[in-house]
């Protein structure tokens, strides 16, 4: 008998669910045989120690919550407690805003335990909505996450937690903003429900058997109706915002509910039909299927340098200044200049030592799909001039200086509003254009660098800033012990956010491998007009890792968002 009818009590009773059943059962997508969550919910009976962690973006971190007490894995892990009082249960919420799975998986060792038993994955926001098949480099990424947290020591459960976020859902959003939207004529239209990568992370946690619980799935209607207990003031407390997306307490209530719920269910099967020890976890469970994507094995991180500890690899010239644009709480460590020609050399060893067997087959490649922002498209806004923008200023500002401006008329006024807008929505897309020129050139050069440089079996990745306060452009070069690709990094972005990015430079082995960072002048870089660039710009950490089931020709900027400036509104994008 597994239980007590005490302990039964105590799992069943002592929690008070806000989130009807239906709802709840909605939202377990997929439980399985959950064989390594059986054996955590066994530990948990015994009263053994159970070492529970998160990891993912805000929602999870806490975002406008009392951290540690009422955002929903806090709730979760007081119920665990509460359920089994003989166990002594430890947590770790390793969230970092603004991040993505595979910046995580790069830095696994800050941010999850390596005797954790439970860890939940909240990334469906984050990493974004690609409308491909499932294989990005997002899922490829994402599923290099689950294989390593698979083989950590103990060996724990691994369950995704796919949360729901009314204002960035997936990559778009309830209000879908991209200019190519804005072209559609489909500004504001309401979010789909596929809009959502969660559907790909889907079959992979199908691929490894891994619990799977979707908040969208319990109560995506409910929010887009607005029916009571779901409306966005209840849930969403940041509704005077551009774009909702951090859950209210009680949004994170509906969370807890869910992965309570996933557990009272692990329960209530173990004691109906106990596994068989010998037959189900000493063969299987120590087992980790092949992956899903062929040649996608997890790689071994070699350095992953942020905060103070990227300060013992950089030599920066005169011009840099080391700093924390953050708080002490969610700290935005790096080294920041604004003068075009400052250099920092940044020395890491990319000696990989010994490989296992496996190596041979992690070379793997991976096709590649066409973005749609490199289309007939954005070839056709290309068109568009990108001075469309200035010239509608310019004539707004004659008429700003003409005797009796203030006696024109609303009409008037609203047309040369419009005007502008669309003016606006010309400049980003010849802006657009103009970058998938610049990637596909850089694609270029980066197959050709290859044609005899075939030995480039590591990737160093340069953490660095986007803003649209006077941003600018960098180099990235090679020197040292080893040779690279150039990379050229663009600082600048029209969103009025702060965001930070990885560059991936194509290099190999050496035990100094010197990455320099040039910044470029102002008036090196391509776009529709000055705008807001100029020559900031910040680095703000490396890391080192093995060129496994990466394939040639992917885009150098893929976005790993560190964290969002505080305070400030940040919009997802991707690389």
Not at 90 to 96: F, K, L, P
Request: aromatic share 10%.
């Amino acid at each position: 008998m597994l239980a007590a009818a005490g302990t039964y009590q105590q799992v069943q009773g002592l929690y008070q669910h806000s989130l009807s059943i239906g709802r709840r059962q909605r939202a377990l997508v997929n439980v399985g045989t959950a064989l390594r969550l059986r054996r955590v919910v066994a530990d948990l009976q015994a009263g053994k120690n159970v070492s529970v962690g998160v990891i993912g973006g805000s929602i999870s971190w806490g975002f406008y919550m009392q951290r540690g007490v009422n955002d929903w894995f806090a709730m979760f892990t007081s119920w665990l407690r509460r359920a089994f009082p003989s166990a002594t249960i430890t947590q770790r919420n390793g969230c970092v805003p603004a991040t993505t799975a595979e910046y995580v998986s790069m830095c696994l060792d800050k941010f999850v335990d390596r005797d954790v038993d439970l860890i939940l994955l909240e990334y469906a926001i984050n990493d974004g909505y690609t409308d491909t098949s499932v294989n990005t480099q997002h899922a490829q990424a994402f599923e290099r996450l689950i294989r390593k947290l698979l083989q950590l020591p103990h060996k724990p459960a691994v369950v995704l937690m796919q949360a729901l976020a009314q204002g960035i859902y997936g990559a778009r959003g309830l209000f879908y903003w991209t200019v190519e939207a804005l072209a559609e004529g489909i500004y504001g239209a309401r979010g789909l429900f596929y809009w959502t990568v969660e559907d790909h992370y889907g079959v992979l946690a199908q691929h490894y058997q891994l619990p799977q619980l979707s908040v969208r799935n319990g109560m995506y209607h409910e929010v887009l109706a607005g029916a009571p207990g779901f409306s966005t003031a209840e849930i969403y407390p940041d509704v005077e915002q551009e774009m909702q997306r951090h859950p209210s307490e009680l949004g994170h209530k509906y969370m807890a509910d869910v992965a309570v719920t996933m557990v009272q269910q692990v329960f209530q099967d173990m004691a109906l039909a106990p596994i068989d020890l010998q037959d189900e976890w000493s063969q299987r469970l120590m087992q980790v299927p092949a992956p899903m994507f062929p040649g996608n094995f997890e790689g071994r991180n070699l350095a992953c340098l942020i905060g103070p500890e990227f300060r013992s690899v950089v030599n920066a010239s005169q011009h840099w200044t080391w700093q924390n644009d953050g708080t002490a709480e969610k700290p935005k460590w790096g080294y920041s200049t604004s003068s075009a020609g400052a250099t920092l050399d940044i020395t890491v060893d990319t000696r990989a030592g010994l490989v296992s067997e496996d190596a041979a087959e992690m070379t793997a490649a991976h096709g590649t799909t066409a973005d749609a922002r490199h289309g007939a498209a954005a070839a056709a806004a290309a068109a568009g001039s990108g001075i469309a923008a200035s010239a509608v200023r310019l004539e707004a500002a004659k008429a700003a200086a003409e005797p009796g401006r203030h006696l024109l008329s609303q009409d008037l006024q609203q047309q040369q509003q419009q005007q502008q807008q669309q003016a606006e929505v010309r400049d980003e897309a010849w802006w657009e254009a103009q970058q998938a020129q610049a990637e596909e050139q850089e694609r270029g050069r980066l197959q050709e660098s290859y044609v005899g440089f075939q030995d480039a079996d590591m990737l160093v990745w340069v953490g660095y800033t986007k803003t649209w306060k006077r941003g600018g452009r960098a180099l990235l070069t090679c020197h040292g012990g080893c040779r690279c690709n150039n990379v050229t990094v663009e600082g600048y972005h029209r969103y009025k956010t702060t965001q930070s990015y990885m560059a991936k430079v194509y290099t190999q082995q050496a035990g100094a491998c010197t990455v320099r960072v040039t910044v470029l002048s102002a008036g090196s870089s391509s776009g529709s007009s000055s705008g807001g660039r100029g020559s900031y710009f910040k680095v703000s950490g490396v890391m080192v890792t093995r060129r496994i089931g990466d394939y040639i020709g992917g885009d150098h900027t893929d976005v790993v968002l560190l964290n969002a400036m505080q305070g400030e509104e940040y919009k997802l994008a991707y690389g």
